[in-house]
């Protein structure tokens, strides 16, 4: 059965505050993603990874970085947070040449 | 650039009632067309796909047939269950993916 992890289901940090979000997945994908998922906006792309240590900028990156050192794992990073941060993020991966992706169930966070 | 217009929510429905979502799309090519659905406290998860012109997709009673005509591929499913509430998203698949503003669905029996 697939499966995507997330460290967190809820999290609540404090604004300046550095914010590591990680995710795992044991599908041996190549392909990882980090949306931002927000009422009335659906998902917005904010990074994703094609390979170990490759990285790609999404639709929104500001504010944000992202490591992926080995192939299951992504991580996203807040380097220092904002309330305008406080959303759901979602991870997801698909193999190389396939366009089915998988979604963890989500990191709900609230910068205060 | 690509993008989805999928109709506002929410859309509340009473058990066995017919449900229509509408989902528009503007692509520079021919994407492929999907709709996930989030369960409560869920990720997302692909319901159904249509990779070209005329194809219909369906799973657990719902359909959507890609129409590139209007170019539309609405969500249809004929008698909804308590268990269908959801939030319901369309997606196009061309450079990379696209995702809709999603449509929350309650079903009350």
């Known amino acids: 059965d697939v499966k995507v992890t997330q460290s967190s289901r809820y999290l609540v940090k404090r604004t300046g505050e550095k914010v590591f979000l990680e995710c795992v997945q044991d599908?041996?994908?190549?392909?990882m993603f980090w949306y931002r998922q927000d009422p009335g906006l659906g998902l917005r792309l904010i990074y994703f990874s094609y390979d170990v240590k490759m990285k790609e900028k999404g639709d929104i990156p500001e504010g944000y970085s992202v490591s992926r050192e080995k192939k299951e794992r992504f991580s996203l990073i807040l380097e220092s947070a904002s309330t305008n941060q406080t959303s759901m993020y979602l991870c997801?991966?698909?193999?190389?040449?396939?366009?089915?992706?998988?979604f963890g169930p989500g990191t709900r966070l609230t910068v205060t | 650039g690509d993008s989805v217009t999928q109709m506002e929510g929410p859309v509340t429905l009473s058990e066995e009632a017919f449900l229509t979502i509408n989902c528009t799309y503007t692509a520079t090519g021919y994407p492929s067309l999907f709709w996930y659905v989030q369960y409560p406290g869920e990720g997302l998860q692909l319901l159904l796909k249509?990779?070209?012109?005329?194809d219909k997709g369906s799973n657990k009673g719902f359909e959507a047939t890609y129409r590139k005509e209007t170019t539309s591929f609405h969500l249809e499913k004929g008698s909804v269950q308590v268990s269908d509430s959801a939030v319901y998203f369309c997606a196009l698949l061309y450079n990379d993916m696209r995702f809709g503003a999603g449509t929350r669905l309650t079903v009350k029996p």
């Open positions: 997801a991966s698909s193999p190389r040449t396939g366009w089915e992706q998988y």
């Open positions: 249509a990779t070209k012109a005329d």
């Open positions: 599908m041996d994908h190549e392909n």
